[in-house]
């Protein structure tokens, strides 16, 4: 019942900057806390950035400095900026929010995933 598609991924030099999007769709009512998570090849999905509703960030101490999640309340869109990428960095990225429906069912969803690639 509803729906997370990101953007933005691609292919960036080491160093450069990269901003992903996650937007929801769907009969929401609230959205509660979101995140951004990734998965390289041969490995396990490992979260990246959270954002709980009351406005508290956690990142992962990989990213710490580099990536800043925010929100679009507005929109039921949010976002992941990545700066000075690194070629660590490399993996499919996936968005995910929970929250409530607008007949007040709960929701936990996950994009489809978006290739981030940096080239050294």
């Known amino acids: 019942q509803v729906q997370l598609v990101e953007s933005g991924g691609g292919l960036v030099q080491a160093g450069g900057s990269l901003r992903l999007s996650c937007a929801a769709s769907?009969?929401?009512?609230?959205?509660?806390?979101m995140g951004w998570y990734r998965q390289a090849p041969g490995q396990q999905r490992d979260m990246v950035a959270s954002?709980?509703?009351?406005?508290?960030?956690n990142y992962a101490d990989s990213v710490k400095g580099r990536f800043t999640i925010s929100r679009d309340n507005a929109k039921n869109t949010f976002y992941l900026q990545m700066n000075s990428l690194k070629p660590e960095d490399t993996a499919v990225y996936y968005c995910n929010a929970n929250g409530r429906t607008t007949t007040w069912r709960s929701f936990d969803s996950w994009g489809q995933g978006i290739q981030v690639t940096v080239s050294s």
């Open positions: 954002l709980a509703t009351g406005g508290s960030t």
């Open positions: 769907g009969r929401i009512r609230v959205i509660n806390a």
